[in-house]
Each structure stands twice: as structure tokens, then as C-alpha cells.
């Protein structure tokens, strides 16, 4: 069994300027994996907790764990309404650099939702990420915002104003939708082969239909792996643990660690 790390703070500078909240869990001394772990849309690196103990997790199997804030999001600085598909690729660049550059050897990158097209954009630019899980992620995210932007009220400045959930009101520049439109998901994911891809969705997720999880899947080369979370809702509410094995076991057999070989 691996060693009981200790979490460490951690700021990184990205392409903008702006100073990236991290949570570094693991040591390159103990094992150069390292999991980098990218929250959703209106998310944290915390996930509520949950994240901090999906880490914990892989850390019994061997494996380091990345946790962070996009710009705009949690503790990093910029603002929420500057969030846009490529800045968050950015944000990426930042922190999979400062993994690499701390000496952990091979990167993984694991993105809930929208921080999963980043992880799919960013490996398919990026040879050096060893693989990509893409979790609860939209295969056509311009339509799904698209759809979702239709009842943003329009402030001026070119803001949208949209109501989230818990009564979340978020603000947006209306270029997120165009700079969207510049990626395509699909032809990300048929470039992150040969490299390792893991899309694990829920059957019942209400916001991104288990369809995407097909197209994505499908578009992929080998090897690839799909999991189809029965039950499971977009935040997998009652099913995370089921989520959690699914992205270990696919760990230790695409990258295995020495504690997992143990």
C-alpha cells in the first residue's frame, strides 16, 4: 500500500497571468503517476469534498493526484464570467507543466464535464498526457450551451446573465458560445489515441445525454474504454464510488503503479 501523503497548496501561474488555487496530493520520489483532476462548469477542485477523497483513494493504489481551480472558479484568481473553453485549455497547459516540470513522469489527465472537453482538447494537442478519462462529458458542448444560453438575459457589455443551480446567478461573456464553436470534441477524442481513453457516464444523467458518451467513444481509437454507470445521474449522486472503480481499475491496467503491482 502506498504511503499516507500529505495534501499540499500550491499556486501556478498560467498563460494569462493568473494565479491557479492547486492541491497537490503524492510525491515524484514515491511515483512519477500523477492524476490531474479537472472540475465541472461551476465546480471546484474540492467537488464538495468528493474530489479530495477520490484522491485519497487513488493514492492507496499508488498514484498522485492533482486538484485545482480553473481561473474564475474557487480560490483562483480572474473572473467566472471570463471562462471560455480555450482558457481553461490553457489553465491545463499551466498546471500539467508544473506536474511535469515537480518530476512526476506520467500525467493523466480526469475531467468531469465541461473540465473534460478541456482534458480531451488539451491530450489531443498535448502527446505527452499519457491519457485521458472523460467523465459525464458533452460530446457536442456548442449545442449544449447553446440550448442552455437560450434563457440568459442580455446585460450590457456583452454579458449573458443566467440562473444556475441553488439559485446560482452566473454571468458569462456572450464569446463563450463562439469560442466553443472552434473546437471540436469529437475530433479530439479520435486524437488522444494510442493513448488510453476512459469515458465513464451515468444512463440517467439529466443535463448530458448517455448519447455523448457514445459519440465520444465511438470517434476514439483504441484502446478505449466505455462505462455506462446504470443509474447514474450527472453528478453521480448515488453512484460516485461506482465511478471512482471505475477510473482506479482502468488505472492500474493502463498505467500501472508499484503499489497496485504489489
Known amino acids: 500500500m502506498?504511503?499516507?501523503?500529505?495534501?499540499?497548496?500550491?499556486?501556478?501561474?498560467?498563460?494569462?497571468?493568473?494565479?491557479?488555487?492547486?492541491?497537490?496530493?503524492?510525491?515524484?520520489?514515491?511515483?512519477g503517476q500523477m492524476v490531474i483532476i479537472?472540475?465541472?462548469?461551476?465546480?471546484?477542485?474540492?467537488?464538495?469534498?468528493?474530489?479530495?477523497?477520490?484522491?485519497?483513494?487513488?493514492?492507496?493504489?499508488?498514484?498522485?493526484?492533482?486538484?485545482?481551480d480553473f481561473a474564475g472558479c474557487g480560490e483562483s484568481e480572474g473572473e467566472f464570467r471570463d471562462i471560455s473553453l480555450s482558457n481553461h485549455i490553457g489553465d491545463l497547459r499551466a498546471v500539467f507543466d508544473y506536474c511535469r516540470s515537480?518530476?512526476?513522469?506520467?500525467?493523466?489527465?480526469?475531467?468531469?464535464?465541461?473540465?473534460?472537453?478541456?482534458?480531451?482538447c488539451f491530450a489531443a494537442m498535448e502527446k505527452a498526457v499519457a491519457g485521458v478519462c472523460a467523465w459525464a462529458t458533452p460530446?457536442?458542448?456548442w449545442k449544449l450551451f447553446s440550448r442552455l444560453l437560450q434563457r440568459a438575459r442580455?446585460?450590457?457589455?456583452?454579458?449573458?446573465?443566467?440562473?444556475g443551480a441553488n439559485g446560482q446567478v452566473l454571468h458569462l461573456r456572450?464569446?463563450?458560445?463562439?469560442?466553443?464553436?472552434?473546437?471540436?470534441?469529437?475530433?479530439a477524442a479520435a486524437r488522444v489515441?494510442?493513448?488510453?481513453?476512459?469515458?465513464?457516464?451515468?444512463?440517467?444523467?439529466?443535463?448530458?445525454?448517455?448519447?455523448?458518451a457514445y459519440l465520444l467513444a465511438e470517434a476514439a481509437a483504441e484502446p478505449k474504454r466505455l462505462i455506462v454507470v446504470s443509474g447514474g445521474d450527472h453528478q453521480f449522486s448515488n453512484h460516485y464510488q461506482q465511478a471512482w472503480l471505475a477510473l482506479g481499475n482502468w488505472l492500474t491496467e493502463c498505467f500501472p503503479s508499484q503499489a497496485s503491482q504489489n
Open 38 to 68: 479537472a472540475h465541472g462548469f461551476t465546480g471546484s477542485k474540492e467537488g464538495g469534498g468528493r474530489a479530495v477523497a477520490m484522491a485519497e483513494a487513488l493514492g492507496t493504489l499508488g498514484y498522485g493526484a492533482f486538484l485545482f
Open 193 to 212: 489515441g494510442p493513448r488510453p481513453l476512459l469515458v465513464i457516464h451515468g444512463d440517467q444523467d439529466e443535463l448530458v445525454p448517455v448519447s455523448d
Open 174 to 187: 456572450d464569446a463563450f458560445l463562439a469560442d466553443l464553436a472552434q473546437h471540436d470534441l469529437i475530433q
Open 102 to 120: 515537480s518530476g512526476f513522469s506520467t500525467i493523466v489527465l480526469a475531467g468531469r464535464s465541461f473540465g473534460g472537453n478541456g482534458a480531451l
Open 139 to 141: 460530446a457536442e458542448p
Open 2 to 31: 502506498a504511503p499516507k501523503w500529505h495534501w499540499q497548496k500550491v499556486r501556478v501561474k498560467n498563460q494569462r497571468g493568473f494565479h491557479l488555487a492547486g492541491l497537490l496530493y503524492g510525491s515524484p520520489r514515491v511515483t
Open 154 to 163: 442580455r446585460l450590457p457589455g456583452g454579458i449573458l446573465e443566467l440562473s
